[in-house]
């Protein structure tokens, strides 16, 4: 530490700001769980009482593990917000101008702000890909226990099976383990050589099995079908019921080695929902980045003083907060419905708002 304060000639004044810049952040964070967390026992306090939940339950089981989650998600926001409000203050009382009229240059006067803003960067990447991952996986365990919740039925499923073969199924239910209307197709220079069709499939745990009911099965080969059908086989393919519990929510509970092995296995099965997966993957990389851009993007906007005060700064403040906020959803969608990769849905809002930030930057009071 003595070393970085001697390497960049670390000054009282930065330390003044870089207390600020974090007890500010840190101040609005804690604010900002209060007011969620009595919403919400006013919302779930009914529930919890209902279903006879003890308060330890309640504390270690469902708040401890919600909490995090709803701290990484508004931490780009908050320190952005909790730049504009102290810098707004520094201008207001002319101690900016004072700084850099001192000889202190403007990409010096910086340096506790990028310090800051790496902390909480580091802070949002370490919550996003190890944290998060493992209260969410125990808030939803205890919420669908709570909630006794109810399984999903997903529709017209289709999953590579190996490098030739694929899996459709029209319907599968959660609940039962059960599929209906099941296709099974090998191909063989793009032509299909063998197929099995069945009204119902299941997996018997016993055996490790797939259990086909009122099955047709046809064989091409030569050119010649052999059509066999009957009312019970048992078989084995390369997919288990999980493959077909298809819930977005799961990548939530999986740390970044994880999901990253699970976006590669789910792209050689063909997955539908690879798009997801690749999405969340770059935003938990590119939402830390995005926390150094709102931080010196909050700074140049506060940064410039107005007769009209911090009221101004917080207003043109929140608009630019939002405004990333929609580009965030907004490349998302196209992402997932539209042409746009997804890889670069993530970054985009970023990078328009790191053009932005140089532009204000640019013009900032110097």
């Not at 931490?75 to 002319?94: G, Y």
């Not at 009911?213 to 052999?226: L, M, P, Q, S, V």
């Not at 019921?241 to 080695?257: A, G, H, L, S, Y």
Request: hydrophobic letters at 45%; charged letters at 20%; a positive charge.
């Amino acid at each position: 530490m003595a070393y970085l304060k001697e390497r960049f000639q670390w000054r009282i004044l930065d330390s003044y700001i870089f207390k600020k810049f974090l007890g500010t952040f840190v101040y609005a964070i804690v604010l900002l769980m209060v007011i969620v967390i009595v919403f919400d026992i006013s919302e779930n306090i009914q529930r919890f009482m209902d279903k006879n939940i003890s308060f330890s339950d309640i504390i270690f089981r469902y708040y401890l593990n919600f909490i995090p989650y709803f701290i990484n998600l508004f931490i780009p926001l908050f320190t952005f917000i909790s730049v504009i409000w102290f810098t707004s203050k520094l201008s207001s009382q002319n101690e900016i101008i004072s700084i850099l009229n001192g000889g202190i240059s403007f990409s010096r006067f910086l340096l506790p702000y990028v310090s800051g803003a790496l902390i909480i960067a580091l802070l949002s990447l370490i919550l996003s890909n190890f944290i998060v991952p493992y209260t969410q996986e125990h808030f939803l365990a205890f919420k669908n226990e709570m909630s006794n919740r109810h399984y999903i039925t997903q529709s017209s499923m289709h999953i590579k099976n190996s490098p030739n073969s694929y899996i459709y199924l029209e319907r599968w239910e959660e609940e039962t383990r059960e599929g209906y209307m099941f296709t099974y197709e090998i191909l063989a220079h793009q032509n299909i050589s063998y197929k099995i069709s069945a009204r119902t499939v299941k997996y018997n745990e016993e055996i490790k099995k797939w259990e086909l009911k009122n099955y047709t099965k046809r064989t091409i080969i030569d050119g010649d079908e052999i059509i066999t059908t009957g009312q019970q086989m048992d078989t084995v393919f390369n997919v288990l019921p999980r493959d077909f519990d298809q819930d977005v929510k799961i990548i939530e509970t999986m740390t970044f080695r994880q999901l990253y092995a699970f976006i590669k296995q789910e792209e050689s099965k063909g997955s539908s929902l690879v798009k997801y997966y690749i999405i969340e993957k770059h935003k938990r990389l590119a939402n830390p980045l995005g926390t150094l851009i709102m931080t010196l993007l909050g700074q140049s906007v506060a940064s410039r003083k107005t007769r009209r005060g911090v009221g101004v700064h917080l207003f043109l403040g929140i608009g630019l907060a939002f405004s990333f906020i929609f580009f965030q959803q907004i490349s998302t969608v196209f992402s997932i419905s539209g042409g746009l990769p997804p890889w670069l849905g993530s970054w985009i809002p970023n990078l328009i708002f790191l053009a932005i930030c140089a532009v204000m930057l640019r013009f900032s009071q110097k």
